[in-house]
């Protein structure tokens, strides 16, 4: 939301993609990974990287291309990795880091490294011929891979129904021998204990695994208005700020199960929530306008 | 021996004893393993030959992914038209690579097959090797004779970083060139002088390599000593040994076998244009020539044409 922030004040050059409300899976793919795994990512990386970094002004001034950012300011946002952590590749071209993934899956067993390879992609790369190329390449040679697939409805200002047939993945990934799972509910701990059992049985049978996850990209803006749409079209945004999301002290967007904040509430009172999200806001806010506030003194 | 009896060799030579090689490609190691290219292969260890899928963009990233990873990739590819389908990664993937070098150690080298020999139709007859390497300004290099198969090939293939070596079908079966000698090779295998003569300055580019040899020996059988330059690397190189050349001849002839309208040849010329000549041949394939119908890809040169012009001073 700090982010958002930052965007929508027009700071960043580069093109930031936002992505609140995928965090419960980022969460969850972060706490499975073993110093071994590797994670390859989209255009949409933020939560991952977030989330594997533990911090965020590595990040932010990252998309402000600083020198200090987490690739020194030669990758920006859309291809921000972070081999430390495991990021080995992302890339900003739909469909592109399927096939990668494969490689450094098939790669791991060549250099006998071992570990899982975790690939990142949204139902819009899953139109991608390299999808299914990479899938068969996957289970024909046998390779541990989890290929996430964060199905949030929308590709830039449409909705999947508004621009193809539905794509019945869990047929797809069967029609190749390869096992499929389907997430959604955003509850961390819940992902986490499918997807230890899932990288057991990867690791075990040297097979990929398809995962369907559903995510909700919170925060949207009204499109411009015209004749098919008077009042403006309502578009889930994907390139751009947020402009309905605001930075409070309790960062909840929507009340209900599509934002994992909400979901949370399962395991802790609001009031705690509360003050985790207020201590977090203070943390960060110190963290992140250190050097400005140290300008200005 | 063949040429491609020579590339199999130098290659089969060069990955012998390399580990965490994976070599892949469809039916490399089966049927006729591209025409030879790729026959007899053997790896050691946990090292893998995989006859892959049909899936040329795919089998681009997983090459990719594999050096990232820190292994060796070869991707044997039946043709080089095919690797349009893998544009994405030579355009996007590599520069990520080259970008943060010091993240992916590996090595991952594609070798297509040019298929320029003709009688493939419409389809299938796509040349412009450097077309491909320059969209990107990927290293790219040609192999045309026994010299420089296998200065390139060892230099190249299986070194860290990416590269595409390509070999032309049109000379697969035929006999191996052996040229007399080097008179200079530059670091890299990028550019090669085969003669140094005061009478022309011969230089080919993309697969011309053997049209330019067969002219430099008929200017000999006709009293003309002339220098023979192959460009084998097709993204920007140093062009001054070429320059110094043609300052002491003052005459050139350009030979590119490439259907592409931008041609490397021309990039030479642009840099040669403070150089006063008294002779400039280019030859080139023209868009009135037939190369949609089954024909022969050969190019035909005139080499009669070529010895009376220079010897009209």
Same mark, same amino acid.
């Given at each position: 939301?700090?982010?958002?922030?930052?965007?929508?004040?027009?700071?960043?050059?580069?093109?930031?993609?936002?992505?609140?409300?995928?965090?419960?899976?980022?969460?969850?793919?972060?706490?499975?990974?073993?110093?071994?795994?590797?994670?390859?990512?989209?255009?949409?990386?933020?939560?991952?990287?977030?989330?594997?970094?533990?911090?965020?002004?590595?990040?932010?001034?990252?998309?402000?291309?600083?020198?200090?950012?987490?690739?020194?300011?030669?990758?920006?946002?859309?291809?921000?990795?972070?081999?430390?952590?495991?990021?080995?590749?992302?890339?900003?071209?739909?469909?592109?880091?399927?096939?990668?993934?494969?490689?450094?899956?098939?790669?791991?067993?060549?250099?006998?490294?071992?570990?899982?390879?975790?690939?990142?992609?949204?139902?819009?790369?899953?139109?991608?011929?390299?999808?299914?190329?990479?899938?068969?390449?996957?289970?024909?040679?046998?390779?541990?891979?989890?290929?996430?697939?964060?199905?949030?409805?929308?590709?830039?200002?449409?909705?999947?129904?508004?621009?193809?047939?539905?794509?019945?993945?869990?047929?797809?990934?069967?029609?190749?021998?390869?096992?499929?799972?389907?997430?959604?509910?955003?509850?961390?701990?819940?992902?986490?204990?499918?997807?230890?059992?899932?990288?057991?049985?990867?690791?075990?049978?040297?097979?990929?695994?398809?995962?369907?996850?559903?995510?909700?990209?919170?925060?949207?803006?009204?499109?411009?208005?015209?004749?098919?749409?008077?009042?403006?079209?309502?578009?889930?945004?994907?390139?751009?700020?947020?402009?309905?999301?605001?930075?409070?002290?309790?960062?909840?967007?929507?009340?209900?199960?599509?934002?994992?904040?909400?979901?949370?509430?399962?395991?802790?009172?609001?009031?705690?929530?509360?003050?985790?999200?207020?201590?977090?806001?203070?943390?960060?806010?110190?963290?992140?306008?250190?050097?400005?506030?140290?300008?200005?003194? | 021996?063949?040429?491609?009896?020579?590339?199999?060799?130098?290659?089969?030579?060069?990955?012998?004893?390399?580990?965490?090689?994976?070599?892949?490609?469809?039916?490399?190691?089966?049927?006729?393993? #591209?025409?030879?290219?790729?026959?007899?292969?053997?790896?050691?260890?946990?090292?893998?030959?995989?006859?892959?899928?049909?899936?040329?963009?795919?089998?681009?990233?997983?090459?990719?992914?594999?050096?990232?990873?820190?292994?060796?990739?070869?991707?044997?590819?039946?043709?080089?038209?095919?690797?349009?389908?893998? #544009?994405?990664?030579?355009?996007?993937?590599?520069?990520?690579?080259?970008?943060?070098?010091?993240?992916?150690?590996?090595?991952?080298?594609?070798?297509?097959?040019?298929?320029?020999?003709?009688?493939?139709?419409?389809?299938?007859?796509?040349?412009?090797?450097?077309?491909?390497?320059?969209?990107?300004?990927?290293?790219?290099?040609?192999?045309?004779?026994?010299?420089?198969?296998?200065?390139? #090939?060892?230099?190249?293939?299986?070194?860290?970083?990416?590269?595409?070596?390509?070999?032309?079908?049109?000379?697969?079966?035929?006999?191996?060139?052996?040229?007399?000698?080097?008179?200079?090779?530059?670091?890299?295998?990028?550019?090669?002088?085969?003669?140094?003569?005061?009478?022309?300055?011969?230089?080919?580019?993309?697969?011309?390599?053997?049209?330019?040899?067969?002219?430099?020996?008929?200017?000999?059988?006709?009293?003309?000593?002339?220098?023979?330059?192959?460009?084998?690397?097709?993204?920007?190189?140093?062009?001054?040994?070429?320059?110094?050349?043609?300052?002491?001849?003052?005459?050139?002839?350009?030979?590119?076998?490439?259907?592409?309208?931008?041609?490397?040849?021309?990039?030479?010329?642009?840099?040669?244009?403070?150089?006063?000549?008294?002779?400039?041949?280019?030859?080139?394939?023209?868009?009135?020539?037939?190369?949609?119908?089954?024909?022969?890809?050969?190019?035909? #040169?005139?080499?009669?044409?070529?010895?009376?012009?220079?010897?009209?001073?």
């Amino acid at each position: 939301m700090m982010v958002n922030e930052e965007h929508k004040a027009e700071k960043f050059k580069v093109p930031v993609h936002l992505a609140l409300g995928h965090e419960a899976i980022a969460v969850a793919v972060d706490r499975i990974m073993d110093q071994n795994d590797s994670l390859v990512l989209s255009h949409r990386n933020i939560a991952y990287n977030l989330a594997r970094l533990g911090k965020l002004k590595p990040v932010m001034d990252e998309y402000f291309l600083k020198p200090g950012g987490l690739a020194g300011g030669r990758l920006g946002s859309m291809n921000l990795s972070n081999p430390s952590k495991g990021i080995i590749y992302s890339s900003s071209i739909l469909g592109n880091n399927f096939s990668v993934a494969s490689g450094l899956a098939l790669g791991k067993q060549i250099v006998s490294s071992g570990g899982l390879t975790i690939v990142l992609g949204g139902d819009g790369s899953i139109e991608e011929g390299s999808f299914y190329e990479s899938l068969l390449i996957l289970r024909s040679l046998n390779l541990s891979c989890f290929v996430v697939i964060e199905d949030n409805d929308w590709s830039l200002a449409t909705q999947v129904k508004e621009r193809r047939s539905k794509i019945d993945l869990f047929s797809c990934s069967g029609s190749l021998g390869i096992k499929y799972a389907h997430l959604e509910g955003n509850d961390p701990i819940g992902y986490i204990e499918e997807l230890s059992r899932l990288k057991r049985i990867s690791l075990e049978d040297k097979a990929p695994v398809c995962i369907e996850v559903k995510v909700s990209t919170l925060g949207d803006w009204t499109g411009p208005k015209s004749t098919e749409h008077p009042d403006g079209k309502f578009i889930n945004y994907h390139a751009g700020p947020s402009p309905s999301a605001s930075l409070s002290a309790w960062p909840i967007l929507k009340e209900n199960k599509e934002d994992p904040i909400f979901v949370l509430k399962k395991y802790f009172k609001e009031s705690e929530l509360k003050d985790f999200a207020k201590a977090e806001l203070n943390k960060l806010r110190s963290e992140i306008y250190h050097e400005i506030c140290r300008a200005y003194k | 021996m063949k040429y491609v009896e020579h590339i199999n060799k130098v290659i089969r030579e060069r990955i012998a004893g390399h580990s965490n090689l994976v070599l892949f490609g469809q039916n490399i190691s089966a049927g006729s393993c #591209i025409s030879g290219l790729t026959k007899d292969l053997s790896v050691k260890g946990n090292s893998r030959i995989i006859n892959s899928t049909n899936s040329e963009n795919s089998l681009c990233g997983l090459g990719f992914g594999l050096m990232m990873g820190g292994a060796s990739a070869v991707f044997f590819m039946k043709q080089l038209d095919f690797l349009t389908l893998g #544009i994405d990664h030579l355009v996007n993937t590599y520069n990520i690579i080259r970008n943060m070098p010091e993240y992916y150690p590996g090595s991952f080298t594609i070798m297509p097959v040019i298929m320029d020999h003709g009688y493939q139709g419409a389809q299938s007859s796509f040349n412009n090797f450097s077309d491909i390497c320059s969209m990107a300004r990927v290293p790219g290099f040609a192999v045309t004779n026994k010299t420089d198969a296998e200065k390139i #090939i060892s230099a190249h293939m299986v070194s860290p970083g990416f590269r595409i070596i390509g070999v032309s079908q049109r000379l697969f079966n035929e006999e191996l060139i052996v040229p007399d000698k080097c008179v200079f090779a530059s670091e890299g295998g990028e550019l090669f002088q085969y003669s140094d003569g005061q009478g022309a300055t011969i230089i080919c580019f993309n697969f011309s390599y053997p049209y330019g040899y067969a002219l430099l020996r008929e200017l000999g059988n006709n009293g003309i000593r002339a220098s023979l330059f192959n460009v084998n690397a097709l993204t920007p190189i140093d062009w001054e040994p070429v320059k110094q050349n043609v300052i002491k001849t003052k005459r050139i002839i350009l030979i590119d076998d490439s259907k592409s309208q931008n041609l490397s040849a021309y990039a030479l010329l642009a840099d040669l244009y403070n150089i006063k000549l008294d002779k400039k041949i280019v030859i080139t394939r023209k868009i009135s020539d037939n190369w949609l119908n089954p024909v022969s890809d050969e190019m035909r #040169i005139d080499n009669e044409k070529i010895i009376r012009e220079l010897k009209n001073k």
